[in-house]
């Protein structure tokens, strides 16, 4: 998908069905939701516009991981505190990848279930 705002609301739709599958609490879920807003924003407020928006879930009764990749002008990398809120997530890495002018941000959080 581009790289744009209006595509988060499919990812967190996606994130959020999965959970409930898996058979997640849904206080879980609701946090889970908050967080997929702030990684898919930390990487789109870096992303070009004509990029594509990439997200990897895994999704688990144990755990989820969270991966947000899009192209981007430069090898720098968000602010540490746009990388999610400690009650959101156990980890959050992010780094970027490629050459100049092929440059991928890649932010990825993980949290655990029980």
């Known amino acids: 998908m581009v790289a744009g705002r ?3 609301s499919t990812v967190r739709t996606l994130a959020v069905d999965a959970a409930l599958r ?3 609490d849904p206080d879980a879920v609701s946090d889970m939701r908050l967080a997929v807003d702030e990684v898919c924003a930390a990487v789109l407020n870096r992303a070009r516009p004509d990029g594509v928006l990439t997200c990897r879930l895994v999704i688990s009764p144990e755990r989820v991981d969270i991966t947000v ?3 981007v002008p430069d090898d720098r990398l968000p602010d540490s505190r746009s990388l999610g809120r400690h009650e959101l997530t156990d980890t959050a890495r992010c780094w970027t990848t490629g050459p100049a002018g ?9 949290r655990r279930w029980a």
């Open 69 to 71: 990749t899009a192209p």
């Open 22 to 24: 898996e058979g997640v």
């Open 102 to 110: 092929g440059r991928l941000l890649h932010l990825q959080i993980s």
């Open 6 to 8: 209006a595509r988060v």
